[in-house]
């Protein structure tokens, strides 16, 4: 790149920015507040997994007040959950408890059941509504 030509490349950008710097601020805002969106749904869903880990821990180790507290906590957000954390939270519930068994005074039995349920609602409300598609179809 030659000197000489170093001032005029200059000119030329800022022109570029002065003329465009509402659509080129409005464009650094978008991103900004992407990456925070984004950060923030990770914070959440991290801290979804400490909750319930958390849960188990506190539960399992004899601490039944402090378990009771995270479990109405994780229950009071289990409607909202996406099928995947609800997932997640099943099969690791799953390998404590044996769901043959009836234990209503355990903590992480009922809250087993509790997301199997919520897993059972979805899955017909899907079926349903995927029924109702075929039948537009025809």
Not at 76 to 101: C, H
Not at 131 to 138: C, I, P, S, T
Request: charged fraction near 30%; aromatic fraction near 10%; glycine fraction near 2%.
């Amino acid at each position: 790149m030659n000197c000489t030509n170093a001032p005029r490349i200059v000119n030329t950008l800022m022109r570029f920015v002065r003329q465009h710097r509402f659509t080129l601020l409005f464009m650094a805002l978008l991103v900004f507040c992407s990456i925070m969106v984004i950060q923030q749904y990770r914070a959440r869903q991290t801290r979804r997994v400490e909750l319930r880990e958390a849960f188990i821990l506190l539960y399992t180790g004899g601490y039944s007040n402090e378990a009771t507290v995270l479990y109405n906590h994780l229950l009071r957000d289990l409607e909202k959950l996406p099928n995947k954390d609800l997932v997640d939270d099943w099969q690791r519930t799953v390998i404590i408890v044996d769901p043959a068994a009836n234990q209503p005074d355990n903590l992480i039995w009922k809250y087993y059941w509790t997301v199997r349920k919520e897993m059972e609602k979805r899955s017909e409300d899907s079926i349903q509504k995927a029924r109702k598609l075929a039948q537009d179809e025809k």
